[in-house]
């Protein structure tokens, strides 16, 4: 199995920009597809974006589409994903998650191994 561990998480006004890392530890970081979640205060976890194991093709949420990019680096077993131009609804844990199956998921069943959540608060 794989253990993730996230960072980067902070405060930012709205307009500003974050950088959120997720490292990966245990079975090769390259056989898995990545993905990244957040949940606000009583909603529901919600998909932001997820990178492809091999191909590296990239999916994303309507709401972040061209404001986040999610990308990762196989020699140091982390998966990123650039927040810019955020909003206070953007205000969520956000988790990574990973899968070694052949189908890029966009639902959070579909992931059998999370982190622990980092903190992301914009402000108005």
């Known amino acids: 199995q794989v253990q993730l561990v996230e960072s980067g998480g902070g405060l930012v006004q709205a307009g500003g920009s974050l950088r959120l890392s997720c490292a990966a530890s245990?079975?090769?970081?390259?056989?898995?597809?990545m993905g990244w979640f957040r949940q606000a205060p009583g909603k529901e976890r919600e998909f932001v974006a997820a990178i492809r194991r091999a191909s590296g093709s990239t999916y994303y949420a309507d709401s972040v589409k061209g404001r986040f990019t999610i990308s990762r680096d196989n020699a140091k077993n982390t998966v990123y994903l650039q927040m810019n131009s955020l909003k206070p609804d953007d205000t969520a844990v956000y988790y990574c998650?990973?899968?070694?199956?052949?189908?890029?998921?966009?639902?959070?069943?579909?992931?059998?191994?999370w982190g622990q959540g980092s903190q992301v608060t914009v402000s108005s």
């Open positions: 245990g079975r090769t970081f390259s056989r898995y597809n």
């Open positions: 998650a990973a899968d070694d199956s052949a189908v890029l998921h966009t639902t959070s069943r579909g992931y059998d191994y």
